[in-house]
Nanobody, 124 residues
Framework: VQLQASGGGLVQAGGSLRLSCAASGGTFSTYSMAWFRQAPGKEREFVAAVRWSNSNTIYTDSVKGRFTITRDNAKNTVYLAMNNLKPEDTASYYC??????????????????WGQGTLVTVSS
């Protein structure tokens, strides 16, 4: 499976962006999908995930109520809508695919395929 992330850019604090991740080369609907991010000088961290079977979602606490992950299996694409962006959201955002169980969706070691990252910069 190949993953291509896009949609990053420069935005002012309080603004919005929508990231997209297009998948090819596999059966997208059978993978749970997630977004991770890595800020400069920091480790990569989990942001959000959407389950393959019922589209249930989970989020890290810092983005709850601001970010929304969705998937469109007909388009083989997962999205991350980001609202009320804050400077601390500045990072490279990576999409990833897994077939792990629900309880391990936050664990990046469980993800098999990764996109190349798209940079989000939030200015204050």
């Amino acid at each position: 499976v190949q993953l291509q992330a896009s949609g990053g850019g420069l935005v002012q604090a309080g603004g919005s962006l929508r990231l997209s991740c297009a998948a090819s080369g596999g059966t997208f609907s059978t993978y749970s999908m997630a977004w991770f991010r890595q800020a400069p000088g920091k480790e990569r961290e989990f942001v959000a995930a959407v389950r393959w079977s019922n589209s249930n979602t989970i989020y890290t606490d810092s983005v709850k109520g601001r970010f929304t992950i969705t998937r469109d299996n007909a388009k083989n694409t997962v999205y991350l809508a980001m609202n009320n962006l804050k400077p601390e959201d500045t990072a490279s955002y990576y999409c990833a695919a897994t077939r792990t169980v629900w309880g391990q969706l936050r664990q990046q070691s469980q993800y098999i395929y990764w996109g190349q990252g798209t940079l989000v910069t939030v200015s204050s």
